[in-house]
């Protein structure tokens, strides 16, 4: 019996090709491991998809780099469902399948936190609809359920009637929100909060390149450790502790809206990147929070 599995995906549990996005991938795992190795647990990798892994035979799963659950979101749901009976997930699994979907943000909106305005699509409607509705001139379209800037794209009105194929094609496979753009996005970046414990530990600034609005490195961002402000700290702290159960471990994604204000862009409750690398007491602590639960 395994005491934890650190969960991952098929791309990264064995992989043979090491870059430097997988390299980082392997290592944020290999620091959570060995903190809770140096705990005195038994700890294994493991893709969340093998078909080979007894879920029984583990007490407890942590959600890491399950990064393709997404594009296998049917197979990860029912996967969840058959699992969280076998094993004990962190963060809990009810709280993992309400974090799939991006309407959470309206759970914080209704609680006064301010978000980036959002327009869910709950009916097929066109684009040009929606932007002249909330009177918006700028749009970010994504599907609900998606990471990594998956299926997103920014859009202009003067441009919105040649994406109304695209916008229809989405919302025939899946639900979507459209987002207003918010501008500061290019000059100031996005700001992730790491909270372990409900306590902000570090934090970090992806930028986008030039040309691009997307901050991820994926598509050629840069991110760097980020000194965050006493207002950042108390808004993503607040954040957190708004969720219930409060979780283990969370990432707070945060920018300036239009109007220079603080907002939630997203809450990471799944498999959210920890940055360890940028501080690597962050996975010892993380480690620690895990053993409060375990006894």
């Known amino acids: 019996m395994l005491d934890f599995v650190i969960l991952t995906e098929d791309r990264y549990e064995s992989p043979q090709n090491v870059g430097w996005y997988v390299q980082n991938v392997l290592q944020e795992d290999k620091l959570l491991l060995d903190a809770l190795c140096n705990l005195g647990f038994s700890v294994k990798r493991i893709s969340w998809s093998s078909k080979n892994f007894d879920w029984s035979k583990a007490k407890f799963a942590i959600f890491r780099t399950t990064w393709d659950y997404f594009e296998r979101y049917e197979e990860f749901i029912r996967w969840l469902k058959s699992t969280s009976i076998k094993t004990t997930f962190i963060n ?5 399948v309400w974090n799939l979907d991006k309407s959470y943000l309206n759970y914080f909106k209704e609680r006064g936190i301010n978000i980036v305005p959002s327009f869910f699509v709950n009916k097929k409607i066109s684009l040009e609809g929606v932007l002249n509705l909330k009177k ?3 749009v970010v379209i994504k599907p609900v359920v998606s990471a990594a800037a998956w299926n997103t794209h920014r859009i202009k009105k003067k441009n919105v009637k040649n994406s109304e194929g695209l916008f229809m094609a989405l919302q025939n496979s899946q639900k979507m929100v459209v987002q207003e753009f918010q501008k500061n996005v290019l000059s100031q970046g996005e700001v992730s909060m790491i909270v372990i414990g409900g306590k902000v530990t570090h934090s970090v600034l992806k930028r986008a390149k030039d040309g691009d609005y997307r901050v991820q490195d994926d598509y050629g961002g840069t991110v760097g450790l980020y000194k965050p402000s006493a207002d950042e700290i108390l808004f993503s702290e607040l954040i957190v502790s708004m969720c219930r159960p409060i979780p283990v471990y ?9 109007e220079n204000k603080l907002a939630l862009s997203e809450l990471e409750l799944i498999e959210p990147e920890l940055w360890f690398r940028f501080n690597p007491d962050a996975a010892n602590l993380l480690a620690k929070e895990i053993e409060k639960i375990y006894y």
């Open 92 to 96: 809990p699994h009810d709280q993992v």
């Open 136 to 138: 918006w001139n700028d």
């Open 250 to 258: 969370a990432r707070v994604d945060i920018i300036r809206d239009n």
